[in-house]
């Protein structure tokens, strides 16, 4: 990945329920980029929207730097409720498996309408927590560019993606969007 691009960008970490173990994409990518932060919750555990858009709120007012937040699952719904209430300094989401709102009982909470900054969203064919259908219709709400992964189940470690390239460049493509779109409002 370029990382010269990044640098221009503070790049936040939000995993899901259960946090993302050792051989998650997303803990690999911390390893790969030491000045990624993963945002820690309180409580693994207890996935609730509130609490965990809280602590990502927390999170992202600690610098005042344009922000791109890698989001999986769970982080993925943290971060559209985090954005919904303040996008401040928020440059650009990567969504990758978000989970089902239905299946939590925050589909009340999530915005309805376009994300505040641009976002790419992937899913995978048979994601046990979330259709690739019912994620493409979150993609479309939030105004994201939606990619189906293929048969990735839920993108994750037991998906044996290892430094999951293909995410990286997804990445950089956000990357690279944002910076044209900053340069283009200047």
Not at 103 to 115: A, Q, S
Not at 147 to 172: C, K, P, T, V
Request: proline residues 7%; aromatic residues 8%; neutral net charge.
């Amino acid at each position: 990945m370029a990382a010269s691009l990044l640098s221009h960008y503070r790049v936040l970490v939000a995993p899901g329920l259960n946090n993302s173990g050792p051989d998650h994409w997303q803990s690999r990518w911390l390893r790969l980029y030491p000045s990624f932060r993963r945002v820690e919750q309180e409580n693994w555990d207890d996935p609730h929207l509130p609490t965990w858009g809280a602590r990502l709120d927390t999170v992202r007012a600690e610098q005042s730097r344009p922000t791109l937040i890698v989001a999986h699952s769970f982080g993925s719904l943290t971060t559209a409720y985090s954005l919904a209430r303040d996008p401040h300094l928020v440059a650009g989401v990567l969504l990758v498996a978000p989970a089902d709102p239905e299946k939590f009982g925050v589909t009340h909470l999530l915005p309805h309408e376009k994300l505040p900054c641009p976002s790419i969203m992937i899913a995978s064919t048979n994601d046990p927590w979330m259709s690739a259908a019912r994620a493409a219709l979150w993609a479309k709400r939030w105004g994201s560019e939606f990619i189906d992964g293929g048969a990735l189940g839920h993108i994750n470690s037991e998906s044996g993606l290892g430094d999951w390239i293909f995410g990286q460049r997804q990445l950089q493509i956000l990357a690279e969007r944002v910076h044209n779109e900053r340069l283009l409002s200047v």
